[in-house]
């Protein structure tokens, strides 16, 4: 069975630094997508970036860009020049890309922005 | 904006009674979740569905019941709930553009079992 673990329950960055969470997953599938979902105190759930395993190039997105490791299982969350609305529950998801759609989540950093 | 709706947004009920949760969409889309979300656990899967009358269960499947009559509906229910029960619930569609495989979500309902 697929499992996504995300390790860091909290993290803080100074605003307009650069922080990077983590997220590790595990598959025997070859293909499949890897995502990064946004929870503000609004609970309203955003996608932030999302990348294809298939693809070497790493997705970037404006501030936002990840680090995928595929050999690793990693995938890992940057946020460079970090501002205060980035404070929010980070999510890391997993699905396949064939077959059935269940869709995978860790279990969450929150992330602080320190003014 | 998906056009995903929860109802009820909020409820308070007893243990023992019976609650149903809706989600509707306004986009046909195909693939539809219900997961929930604790404290420490993120987001777990409690049941999917793959289209009318097709349902498969998730991790935390047990105490939930799941149906699908139509398309553009997916019903989640507790047929008694229980303390353990009380949680953020979230329902989900698989949608955006051919082959982007992006998840949507509703707004989330807050249920407490007292």
């Known amino acids: 069975a697929q499992t996504v673990t995300q390790s860091q329950p909290e993290m803080s960055v100074q605003e307009a630094e650069t922080v990077t969470l983590s997220c590790t997953y595990d598959t025997s599938e070859s293909d499949y997508y890897l995502f990064w979902y946004k929870q503000p105190p609004s609970r309203q759930m955003i996608l932030v970036i999302r990348?294809?395993?298939?693809?070497?190039q790493n997705a970037t997105e404006n501030r936002f860009s990840v680090n995928f490791q595929k050999a690793a299982k990693s995938f890992s969350l940057k946020i460079s020049d970090s501002q205060l609305g980035d404070a929010a529950m980070y999510f890391c998801?997993?699905?396949?890309?064939?077959?059935?759609?269940?869709?995978?989540f860790g279990t969450g950093t929150r992330l602080k922005v320190l003014a | 904006d998906a056009g995903i709706t929860q109802s009820p947004r909020h409820k308070v009920t007893e243990t023992g009674t019976p609650v149903t949760l809706r989600c509707h969409q306004t986009e046909n889309h195909r693939y539809m979740y219900w997961y929930r979300q604790d404290p420490g656990h993120g987001l777990r899967l409690i049941h999917y569905?793959?289209?009318?009358?097709?349902?498969d269960k998730g991790e935390v499947s047990d105490g939930y019941s799941v149906s699908r009559s139509k398309t553009e509906d997916f019903l989640l229910t507790l047929e008694s709930a229980t303390s353990s029960q009380t949680s953020v619930y979230f329902c989900a569609i698989r949608g955006g553009a051919e082959g982007t495989g992006e998840l949507f979500f509703g707004e989330g309902s807050r249920l407490t079992v007292l």
């Open positions: 990348q294809e395993a298939y693809k070497q």
């Open positions: 569905s793959y289209g009318v009358k097709d349902t």
């Open positions: 998801a997993y699905s396949r890309t064939s077959g059935t759609y269940k869709y995978i």
